[in-house]
């Protein structure tokens, strides 16, 4: 079981058992006659209606790539662009959600650089390297990004935004993010299976076919939240029950909001697993060890182009690194997951698997003894029957001992 504070989500349901109407559009209200869209730019909407309630989901590739949660009390709450005025990336109040009094909760986190560093010694922790050892990271922001028309997939709710640095490095790599909606419980069919709800969705962070700069090279992958009045501001290390679905992880970080007050309705979250693949499709051996970094306070907003619009001004911002592999793993590269939710994340109970393998591994032993001690007590009551009758005297027999 997960152990965690479960904080109040009346207004959202339970998570674990509640469904949602989910639905995606591309680029919502733009005439692509009157405003043509720069290449690369593209906003993915999905909404996810509930019974008395809206979240939507935003995800932009102007600027750095971003996906902004809006959670709403109402059920006809919807996005409005102000398209001319979004584009020019430093209006604020281009994207809003209206009626701007439903919103209930907002909070918005950005992938904004990734850095590597050159790994000579081996320890796999640039926390503790030179400055020397460090490349010029790679601005996310400059990244040229596909077509997400492209790659949605309404049916299935997803969408693939792949992007690349002009420098030789990424001649033939890419970096992708892959996001998917859900509107029930469930899982995710590849490692490392993140549990999810109607209240959550997902990121998917691929690093392919990246030249390193040095023989050593490793990565790290910086990410900031944003938010308004609960910020993600800490990262809890929670223990986890590992079953088939990640085998040999046995905890759960979460990068969460602290509620203003102990009544507090809603709690805004970033879940993972602290393991890596070095594979799109991975298997167990393709496992590696990841960390993140302490959250720290970011003095400005990132460079996204969503989170200017919607937040502006000045709002609460974090930031944290992400680290992969260990000392002796291989250089390669990255596949990592992140869940992105609102209320109480989902909790980890056991599998049917596991509970079977407790019952067969547990019961069976204790059958026995049982078994054996029923068998003892009946054999140990039981009447005993004489074999040999008594010898008796014969009249004038005498012993002579």
């Not at 102000?82 to 604020?92: E, R």
């Not at 390193?212 to 992958?221: A, D, K, T, V």
């Not at 079977?356 to 001690?373: D, W």
């Amino acid at each position: 079981m997960l152990l965690t504070v479960r904080f109040s989500s009346s207004f959202i349901g339970n998570g674990n058992n509640y469904r949602r109407n989910v639905s995606l559009e591309l680029n919502p209200g733009l005439n692509s006659l009157l405003t043509p869209l720069p290449p690369g730019v593209g906003l993915l909407h999905v909404r996810a209606l509930g019974k008395n309630n809206t979240l939507h989901y935003l995800l932009c590739s102007q600027g750095a790539p971003a996906l902004l949660l809006v959670h709403t009390s109402s059920i006809s709450s919807k996005v409005e662009v102000d398209w001319p005025a979004f584009l020019m990336q430093n209006t604020t109040g281009s994207l809003k959600v209206t009626p701007e009094s439903s919103v209930l909760y907002s909070n918005a986190l950005v992938f904004t650089r990734l850095w590597e560093y050159d790994d000579v010694n081996d320890t796999a922790d640039p926390e503790h390297l030179p400055p020397s050892s460090f490349f010029q990271p790679y601005e996310l922001q400059n990244f040229t990004w596909g077509d997400l028309n492209k790659t949605l997939d309404p049916t299935g709710h997803t969408a693939l935004l792949c992007g690349r640095d002009a420098s030789e490095s990424f001649s033939n790599g890419l970096l992708c993010l892959k996001f998917s909606a859900f509107d029930f419980e469930g899982r995710d069919q590849g490692w490392p299976s993140l549990l999810h709800n109607a209240n959550s969705s997902q990121l998917r962070m691929g690093l392919d076919v990246v030249a390193p700069r040095s023989n050593r090279s490793r990565f790290s992958l910086e990410l900031q939240a944003v938010g308004d009045s609960q910020p993600m501001s800490r990262v809890d290390m929670l223990r986890s029950i590992d079953d088939e679905y990640t085998p040999s992880i046995f905890k759960v970080s979460q990068w969460v909001s602290s509620p203003v007050n102990s009544t507090s309705p809603v709690l805004g979250y970033a879940q993972w697993k602290p393991v890596a693949y070095r594979r799109p499709s991975p298997v167990f051996e393709d496992a590696t060890p990841c960390r993140h970094s302490t959250p720290v306070p970011v003095a400005q907003l990132p460079p996204s182009g969503l989170v200017r619009a919607y937040f502006g001004g000045e709002h609460q911002t974090t930031g944290l690194n992400m680290t992969f592999s260990i000392t002796g793993d291989p250089f390669y590269n990255t596949t990592w997951t992140v869940l992105v939710g609102l209320g109480s994340p989902p909790v980890d109970l056991f599998s049917p698997l596991v509970l079977v393998i407790m019952v067969v591994g547990l019961g069976t032993p204790m059958l026995i003894i049982l078994l054996g001690g029923v068998c003892a007590c009946v054999r140990k009551n039981r009447p005993q029957t004489q074999v040999y009758e008594p010898i008796q005297a014969k009249p004038g027999y005498v012993s002579r001992l």
